[in-house]
């Protein structure tokens, strides 16, 4: 059973215009919710987090909301560059702290000129 | 500063064979992790270790094993490789210091078994 869904498996948008992706979950225990980037023949890196006790959380061009009540994160990322292309992970983090992060199995944002 | 690093990067077994994935990281973590990702899938958790001496089991931790004999480095053992844990490897390291205890992840190891 998936703990953490991210449905749109592909996301295409246009350069300058905003791109949100979302996330949803299922487990009440997770306390930090983590969105990680991929490109290509890479590891993840780490992009923004958000605690479960904040509903929103900004970086930059990079602003994470969470909606507890739903279930459900959002990744907004507003201009979208071409840079910007590459498969974005949700992950969540349970309270032990030190135990590893659950994933979800990625969206692959498109940014077209 | 490396960060975080994977030896090999690539390697193809025959089912049966035994190999080691080497993990190394260089910013004084405390906790490392071992992952593997398949296509059209997430991360999934194989053993991840909190602390030198210490391991423990993930989400898929069946045939592999794990050692943690130095902090700096994380070792995957696979025992007798079977065409299932074809896969691509990530190893990554994380220290309570940061806000939540965001993981760094090494560039992966990409292991195909005939």
């Known amino acids: 059973d998936q703990q953490v869904k991210q449905n749109s498996p592909s996301l295409s948008v246009q350069e300058g215009r905003i791109s949100i992706l979302n996330c949803d979950y299922t487990n009440s225990m997770f306390d930090y919710f983590l969105w990680y980037k991929k490109y290509p023949a890479e590891g993840p890196t780490f992009l923004i987090s958000?605690?479960?006790?904040?509903d929103k959380n900004e970086d930059g061009r990079f602003t994470v909301f969470l909606n507890k009540s739903a279930k459900h994160l959002s990744l907004h990322i507003v201009p979208s560059q071409p840079g910007d292309s590459a498969v974005y992970f949700c992950?969540?983090?349970?309270?032990?702290?030190?135990?590893?992060?659950?994933f979800g199995k990625g969206t692959h944002l498109i940014i077209q000129p | 500063n490396a960060g975080v690093t994977q030896t090999p990067k690539f390697r193809v077994l025959k089912t049966g064979q035994s190999m080691t994935l080497l993990c190394a990281q260089d910013?004084?973590?405390?906790?490392m992790y071992w992952y593997r990702q398949d296509p059209g899938m997430g991360l999934r958790l194989i053993h991840y270790?909190?602390?030198?001496?210490?391991?423990a089991k993930g989400e898929v931790p069946d045939g592999y094993n794990v050692s943690r004999l130095k902090k700096q480095n994380f070792l995957l053992g696979l025992e007798s490789a079977a065409p299932s844990q074809t896969s691509v490897y990530f190893c990554?390291?994380?220290?309570?210091?940061?806000?939540?205890?965001?993981?760094?992840f090494g560039p992966g190891t990409r292991l195909t078994v005939t």
């Open positions: 990554a390291s994380s220290w309570e210091g940061g806000t939540a205890y965001e993981q760094y």
């Open positions: 958000i605690s479960s006790i904040k």
């Open positions: 270790s909190v602390g030198e001496g210490t391991t």
């Open positions: 910013m004084n973590h405390e906790y």
């Open positions: 992950a969540a983090r349970g309270r032990g702290g030190a135990d590893g992060l659950t």
